[in-house]
């Protein structure tokens, strides 16, 4: 079914440089963007205004994740480390290093224990703020995405040697190695009910798997170039993806066609993230801008 309508906003006077990572608090009412220009803006959604600069990173910042309680945001940084900030009052609160290279990504687990990041170093690796818990250890070039499942202490990420793969959250086992796609894996997200997961990479593919059995159950396509974010509205009936190409596509998952082509970025889109309600998508870019979408 086709969407109607939908009305963007370009959030005004936010980074000099690509932005890398948006995440949404839990309460909807605040967005996190990440920069290259080195900071993390934290953003009032319903005023489209900056609340806080967090200026604390010697490098850019790659992405940025809310805690499930919405008092904290981690961001992962090409400095190497990830530091933890007061969403409410923009103050720094630690920071933590052990991947020796560029962290590229960081998700937080539901329950509020442990977050975990991506890396250049070939890793993930689980965290509490006072330090390193887990290592996953097993692909072969750069960890580009996270992403935790809502359901299960299950961890899936993307890389650049051409795998996704799952791990046990606990432990660090790996469960299920998904190949599928023919180059590099930049995203992945687990659909609500964490039977499913999508995956994106530079062979402009769009792969849903079947968490259980590692299994692809549908392939999409539409982009031009590469396919480098995606993520699942929360009532699992929708997919956003993101890429080269500039766009935003919305996907019907139960039709698997495409339902909205966004033409609203001049640059790669980097990153996508739905309001927990469903009715707001945020997108940012490698063309310095922060986008909502109000569905």
Same mark, same amino acid.
């Given at each position: 079914?086709?969407?109607?309508?939908?009305?963007?906003?370009?959030?005004?006077?936010? !980074?000099?440089?690509?932005?890398?990572?948006?995440?949404?608090?839990?309460?909807?009412?605040?967005?996190?963007?990440?920069?290259?220009?080195? !900071?993390?803006?934290?953003?009032?959604?319903?005023?489209?205004?900056?609340?806080?600069?967090?200026?604390?990173?010697?490098?850019?910042?790659?992405?940025?994740?809310?805690?499930?309680?919405?008092?904290?945001?981690?961001?992962?940084?090409?400095?190497?480390?990830?530091?933890?900030?007061?969403?409410?009052?923009?103050?720094?609160?630690?920071?933590?290093?052990? !991947?020796?290279?560029?962290?590229?990504?960081?998700?937080?687990?539901?329950?509020?224990?442990?977050?975990?990041?991506?890396?250049?170093?070939?890793?993930?690796?689980?965290?509490?703020?006072?330090?390193?818990?887990?290592?996953?250890?097993?692909?072969?070039?750069?960890?580009?995405?996270?992403?935790?499942?809502?359901?299960?202490?299950?961890?899936?990420?993307?890389?650049?040697?051409?795998?996704?793969?799952?791990?046990?959250?606990?432990?660090?086992?790996?469960?299920?190695?998904?190949?599928? !796609?023919?180059?590099?894996?930049?995203?992945?997200?687990?659909?609500?009910?964490?039977?499913?997961?999508?995956?994106?990479?530079?062979?402009?593919?769009?792969?849903?798997?079947?968490?259980?059995?590692?299994?692809?159950?549908?392939?999409?396509?539409?982009?031009?170039?590469?396919?480098?974010?995606?993520?699942?509205?929360?009532?699992?009936?929708?997919?956003?993806?993101?890429?080269?190409?500039?766009?935003?596509?919305?996907?019907?998952?139960?039709?698997?066609?495409?339902?909205?082509?966004?033409?609203?970025?001049?640059?790669?889109?980097?990153?996508?993230?739905?309001?927990?309600?469903?009715?707001?998508?945020?997108?940012?870019?490698?063309?310095?801008?922060?986008?909502?979408?109000?569905?």
């Amino acid at each position: 079914m086709p969407v109607p309508e939908i009305n963007v906003q370009t959030f005004q006077n936010g !980074h000099p440089n690509a932005v890398y990572g948006v995440a949404f608090s839990p309460d909807g009412r605040q967005l996190a963007s990440a920069s290259l220009d080195n !900071h993390v803006k934290l953003w009032d959604v319903q005023k489209g205004e900056v609340l806080h600069t967090l200026k604390g990173h010697g490098d850019g910042v790659y992405a940025v994740a809310y805690d499930p309680a919405g008092k904290k945001v981690v961001s992962a940084s090409l400095d190497q480390s990830l530091k933890i900030w007061d969403s409410q009052t923009g103050a720094a609160e630690g920071s933590l290093t052990g !991947h020796g290279a560029y962290v590229t990504s960081v998700k937080y687990a539901r329950d509020g224990k442990v977050f975990v990041s991506g890396g250049y170093d070939k890793m993930a690796r689980s965290w509490t703020p006072s330090g390193q818990v887990q290592l996953f250890s097993g692909h072969q070039d750069v960890v580009y995405s996270v992403a935790i499942s809502p359901v299960a202490p299950l961890l899936a990420t993307a890389s650049k040697d051409g795998t996704a793969r799952t791990w046990n959250l606990q432990d660090g086992t790996e469960q299920k190695q998904l190949s599928g !796609h023919e180059g590099p894996v930049e995203g992945v997200s687990f659909s609500p009910d964490g039977k499913q997961c999508a995956t994106v990479g530079q062979d402009g593919l769009i792969i849903l798997w079947d968490v259980a059995t590692g299994m692809v159950r549908n392939r999409l396509r539409g982009h031009e170039g590469y396919v480098k974010t995606v993520a699942y509205a929360p009532d699992g009936k929708q997919l956003a993806s993101g890429g080269q190409d500039g766009t935003v596509r919305l996907w019907d998952l139960e039709q698997l066609r495409s339902q909205a082509v966004l033409k609203s970025h001049r640059n790669t889109v980097y990153s996508l993230a739905y309001a927990a309600d469903g009715k707001l998508l945020a997108s940012g870019s490698f063309d310095r801008h922060v986008k909502l979408y109000r569905l």
